[in-house]
């Protein structure tokens, strides 16, 4: 469908923003719930861009970045030329408002390298080990990015190509970080269930975490077995080559192939050992839930049934689901409790965050995002509903509530603006919030011990808290002393108390990957040392451990790439059979870390932020059209940079000889501001030239037009917006071929309501719904020559069938009324399939569509001589459409059915293909033959 | 009419495409105030008794169109003759900053040429014509020769240009023809361990580091290896030798002095980041720059240090000591002048590209390449 109105100027305006959410027909909104007060801390090598109250991280930060600008300038053996701008935000929640990036910003992502103003945005999540982690990788990427451009530069060669992915984010992990327990959790997994790839076959697992290690991994790899100068080497050479491919075997004298044969068998000789002591969690557990993402179980006993809570994202949302503990089938599916992703008040959960609680009688506590912040939930289990809702004004994010024994009061983690992560305690009675721990360092997972008194969590505040290790603390609430539960370099998380309050599960990585420990915490040794016995010995990872009543661990494994829910029994038996015992001596404690920050350390000077505009992009173009003949121009945009406030111009000439060019310039200006919840536009244009009028066969018009608009877009929740645009121009049309001259002053208002709220496979939605309501008024003030009303109603529904099809429907009116009313067009693999494109045109339309999506080729592979090629997530669809479009008098309704595959390329382009039996009149009949569409698109 | 047109259009044309040719206007005379080569000479003691004391001001700079590699500028006669990345061989008048003219070899030129009479011999990394003799007076390639891809100064000495290249493998090769005389390789090298260190002399004796780590001493006339010193990381930097010493440093931060007729360390000094770049011989001291901007000067003798001076950020390549002043510059775009006795900074300059290159000394003027392809030339600040 396109619909041709005197708003065009004005949407195609929107249109080249990259604000797509907020102008788009449809799309999700990226609101700005909060008013940020941006400063700036100039140091030797960066901008930083704050707000006041987390000044102390920003200069813990400023420190780190100059920590590892002087590391980096070692490492690549480079400098950078121009100052760095470091974006911080004091939490993921702000983070997300970013407009630096118009995309959304998925829970998992720590921070990003923006290239084309070498901006760099980072959140903290409490934890300063991570915060520096994340500032270092994405210092390695604006280092590297810096140095290959010095390369090519310098050898006057293009700059259009960039190393794999692979290797830049490889790079970034290796220079930024120790071969970790993730890490290690992640190569195990990959080469014991075989799904470890080399770096030839990289394109499998193209973004993918695991693409992130083993970069990281053959990198080591390389530098260990080739030699320390080589990975510069791989950079000093990149102007010799363009292949990567090509580049290793003049840099280490192999290709991919070659290297992947030794790294590979490498991997196998360090790893497959590990079959001998350790087991693969399915091997020795019984399996509750097997597919997808799975995490932070509870467990709730009632009426001799067990069930266990999680969250997961079985249905493709991220929710909680529950099943039955002792369900003997790992296959069978989980029922969804609460569904998030879909509603304003369970926007998203944080299952890599927070974990869950559930009372004794049965009221689950739980987080979630909802509008600015996190909000804390209770849900009956019972009742199966939400029974009351927490959201604080100064806390942004809620991590791991905790119940007290009583059901009465709830401790978790919570960060607020500063970044800091401490503990709180509310009494959910009186709604009384009480704060237990008030510093720098991360506390995390709190758990409350059953005998009520202490509250075990953990946190970085060790001597080793700063290089990431976290160790068990134990809060006693009567004093409020801390005391060590562990010590040690080795990260302890996740407490989870027994049912008699004597004894700890929890996960700790002592022996490089995270597996679970048990601790009596009432039994002490010599000097007050305590003892922690490991229970499982798995290859990868267990974690967020949870008792039963019998005694029984159930908890999350990491294996085959997913997560899964999993049960130990009699875990007191294991216990004690087992032989992989550890003394935790605490008599000789060291003090905690201290922050360093850049405060006093060297001149910085710092300042409020009031706009920093430069170029986005300026680009000339010259177009020849059989029809319009050549046109040039240039398109210019400027934007602020934090991204808040954007600048476009665009100037172009249509004139088709040298007596037309005054007449035939194209100017418009445009200003769109981001950084508020309310987002507006404003502009003035004029257009002139010849143009072919798509709703009336043949007709050729040369229309001068100017005016100005506004337009403002309101984001009600991130799935529903208000928008509204008024325009006026003045509009002078000459049809070509005859003395036909309109003039016109055109005033023009719309409002609408959009939501959608829609889950995408490959190839387009496959759940949730998307509505658009828009009512608009055109008239001409001056003249009347022009005076109509539009109504466009759209409705999209999707019916999830499986995990991958779905049920698709859609409904259209679009209705236009008055004199001079514009025509819409339909027609096309876009609307009404199988007829010729644009064919079908009227002031009225309708549409129906029904669509069945299910997947139909995972891979289709080929493989030349020369190398191979493979299509991925090949679908397909089976399809009905009616519609019909008129004028004064209904015609005819036409129709069509058939099927198609749909193949998408890359993620940014779905190629599409229908066959079908058109329909016509009224429904009548078949026309005769079948109908072949080829085009490109995604599914409506 | 007509023939105004096509000559204007001639000119336009030859204006856009640019006119390549290098034809020097006589001969050379080359004497002692030259620095004819990288690090000035075959000892690699990037040091002259020429001094030129700062406070210093630039007198000109030069474009050069394209990026300069990790050699310095050569200064013979009244000419600066310097290569970029790019291939092209460029003459500068050093007193008037006017191009002589310039020439395409190739491709990237990353190591210094060594001039010997009227001819420079110069390396690139182009694996088909990689080692070149060009006549300067005659502006004509008397030959070209596949020696590798190659990233290092020539040395010359005895008649003969000694040269390594990236795979690992080190030439001896006849001056005037080009041809080979021997060749050296290094043994098992399965791992691609290249040589890109520039080679020096002492004592009949080829001195050079590898990407293996190791400090390889060859016989000048038979290529036969006198010994193998290993160091424990690979070795970019050109060694420096002096009273039968060898010194070098390898990209794990350590400095080496090497007996060069035994093969025996005398001693070594960790400094703690990477170094790429030549130390400098003078006053008895060993002056060398890391990674990590440190610039330490070690007695020769001993290896203890007489003094260190941070200066800062990243030293890629060596200085040179002139007089008793020492000149080095550093990533940041800033030039220093050392006082060699104690290392206090006398004089700081910024420049307007990085660093990555040695300074040269010759005729009352020091001449620096920066990595926004200009060549500049300084010299003593007129009160």
Known sequence: MKRLSSLLPVLLFLCVTNV????????????????????????????????????????????????SYKLLEVKFNHTLNIRVPLIFYSSHLHFEQTNVTG?????????????????????????????????????????????????????RKPQDKT????????????????????????MRDAVLNDIVVGLSDMDQIYGSFLMYKEGQNALQFLNNQYGNEKILLLMENFWKENSFNDLFKITIGKNYKEFDEEWLYALKKQYYPLLGNYDQASRVTVNVVRGGFNAKPVVFEHDSTREVFFIGNQTGYTGIYRKKLDETDPEASATSVIEGEKSDEFEAFHPFRSGMDISKNGVLAFVTKSGENDALHLYDVAMDTIVQTFRFKDIVSIGSPSWSPDGKRLVFSSLDMTGNNDLYILNTETG?????????????????????????????????????????????????????????????????????????AFTCDVDGTDNIWIMNVEKRFPAGARSMTKVTHFTTSAFDPTWTASGDLVFAAFENFSFQIKTLKNINAVAETSTTVKLVDLSNKEKPWEAKSIAGMTEVKSFRYEGD???DIAQSAISTDPVFGTSGGAFVALSDLLGNDQYYFLLYNTAQSQDELLSSFNVAISRVSLGRRTNTAYGIYRFAGRRYDLTDKDQFFFERVFGAYFAL?????????????????NSDKEVTGTIEDRKALLLSNSISFTHDNSLWGPSGPIDGSRFNITLAFTSDIQYSNVNYYTIIADYRQYFRLSQRSAFASRAWLFYNDGKESRRFVMGGSWDLRGWPRWTIRGEKLWLASQELRFPFIDQFAVRFPFGGVSFWSIRGALFLDAGGAWDTQYTETLGSTGGGLRMNLGGVL??????????????????????????????? | MRGTRHAAVLIIMSLVSGCSGLRLQHPLKVDASDWPTFARDGSRSS???????????????????GGIGNGSPVIVDSFVIIGNLRGELYAINMNTNKRVGWIDLGDAIQGAPVVNGNVAFVATSNTRASLIAFDLVDGVSLWKREYGDIEVSPLIYDQHIYIGNTTGLFFCVERTKGDMVWKFEISENRKRKGIRSSPAIEDSTVLFGADDGAVYALDAKTGSLRWKFQTGAGIVAAPAAANRTVYIGNTDGVVYAIDVESGQQRWMVSTGTPIYASASLSHDLVIVGNTGGALNAMRSADGTLAWTTNLGSVINAGGVSSGNTFYIGTLKKELFAVKITDGSILWKQEVSGRIKTSPAVANGKLFIATDNRLVMAFHRRTQ
């Open chain 1, 163 to 186: 190393p794999p992915l692979w290797f830049t984010e490889g790079l970034a992990e290796y220079w930024s970080t120790d071969w970790d327990t993730q890490a290690e959790m992640v």
């Open chain 2, 47 to 65: 040091a002259t008794a020429e001094s030129i004391n700062p406070p210093l001001e630039l007198q000109w700079e030069h474009d050069i169109t």
């Open chain 1, 613 to 615: 505009y430069s170029l």
């Open chain 1, 103 to 155: 995309g959304f910003i998925p829970e998992g992502v720590g921070g990003f390298f923006e290239f084309l103003k070498g901006r760099v945005v980072i959140p903290s999540d409490g934890s300063v080990a991570q915060f520096k982690h994340v500032i270092r990788h994405e210092l390695v990427h604006v280092f590297m990015h810096s140095k290959l451009s010095r390369v090519l530069i310098d050898h």
């Open chain 1, 713 to 729: 877009s309101y984001p009600l929740t991130k799935f529903q917006r208000i928008e509204t645009v008024v325009s006026m121009s």
């Open chain 1, 910 to 940: 779905v190629l599409r293909y229908d066959i079908g039996k058109r329909i016509e009149r009224n429904f009548a009949q078949f026309q005769k033959g079948l109908f072949h569409q080829f085009f490109f698109g995604w599914d409506f």
């Open chain 1, 432 to 504: 009384d919030l009480q704060k237990l721990t008030n510093d720098y360092y991360d506390d995390r997972d709190p758990s409350w011990s059953p005998l009520g008194n202490t509250i075990a969590f953990s946190s970085d505040r060790t001597p080793f808290g700063s290089r990431g290790a976290y160790n068990l603390f134990l809060y006693t609430i009567t004093t409020g002393t801390i005391d060590y539960l562990t010590y040690g370099k080795e990260t302890a998380k996740s407490p989870a108390w027994s049912k008699d309050g004597s004894k700890l």
């Open chain 1, 20 to 67: 797509s959410a907020q102008f788009f027909y449809f799309g999700r909104n990226k609101v700005q719930y909060t008013d940020f007060e941006w400063h700036v801390l100039r140091t030797e090598h960066f901008d930083i861009y704050y707000y006041p109250q987390m000044k102390d991280l920003a200069e813990r930060g400023a420190f780190f970045a100059e920590e």
